[in-house]
């Protein structure tokens, strides 16, 4: 999973309450994104980040806040977990921003989570 | 702006036969085109890409992929189908002119391989 990890891999949260995702690069990578999977919708894009400190909403960014502080380190957090955010996400990075010259994204391995 | 579709759910074929997952897009520049494959409780792994010259894209695994600008398809194809093949197939675009450079992804296709 080309130098990238999430933790937790799997959590089980209560509604309402706070929960932060983690993803770890070891490549360098100046991109980072967070997706959600969920059946039927495919991988949609929820925040992504463009360097230290520079972050943007995707297209599903309601209930979400990211930070990145170090290159290395992407942070997703869901201030008040509902349980429509029952979904797994992915922490995908990429060398340049895709449509410069086409580079592709790598994906992590992805983080169960479940709102009860 | 930019979608991507993959028409079809599932696609059940025998090993040893030929395998065709199909995808069109819609954006409004020139495209770049990517498949990635996400296998149980894995993230997605990049499988092949189009930028730019032939229309016929080799990749990994024996994949390959054509790219018709004329009826905006990405169709994924294998010649001969492995069991091992067996996974979910996501076709995804972005907009050469995009300055956000963000990939949108299709649904997803669930390739099943029996033997």
């Known amino acids: 999973d080309a130098g990238i990890t999430q933790s937790p891999r799997h959590k089980v949260t209560e509604t309402g309450t706070p929960v932060t995702l983690r993803c770890h690069q070891t490549e360098n990578h100046r991109y980072m994104y967070w997706y959600r999977q969920d059946p039927g919708h495919g991988l949609r894009l929820i925040h992504y980040s463009y360097g230290v400190k520079d972050t943007d909403k995707g297209e599903v960014s309601d209930g979400y806040s990211v930070s990145r502080s170090k290159t290395e380190d992407f942070l997703l957090t869901l201030e008040s977990a509902t349980s429509s955010q029952t979904s797994v996400y992915f922490c995908?990075?990429?060398?340049?921003?895709?449509?410069?010259?086409?580079?592709?994204?790598?994906f992590g391995p992805g983080t169960r989570l479940t709102v009860l | 702006a930019q979608s991507v579709a993959q028409p079809e759910d599932q696609v059940n074929v025998a090993e040893g036969n030929p395998l065709t997952v199909k995808c069109t897009y819609s954006v409004s520049g020139n495209p770049y085109l990517f498949w990635y494959v996400q296998y149980p409780n894995r993230g997605l792994q990049f499988l092949l890409k189009y930028i730019t010259g032939d229309n016929l894209v080799k990749g990994s695994y024996g994949f390959e992929a054509e790219f018709n600008k004329s009826q905006t398809s990405f169709h994924l194809k294998k010649p001969s189908a492995l069991v091992s093949d067996s996974a979910l197939y996501f076709c995804?675009?972005?907009?050469?002119?995009?300055?956000?450079?963000?990939?949108?992804f299709g649904r997803g296709t669930q390739l099943t391989v029996w033997p």
């Open positions: 995908a990075i990429s060398e340049s921003r895709a449509s410069g010259i086409g580079n592709e994204q790598f």
């Open positions: 995804a675009v972005i907009d050469r002119g995009s300055t956000l450079g963000r990939l949108y």
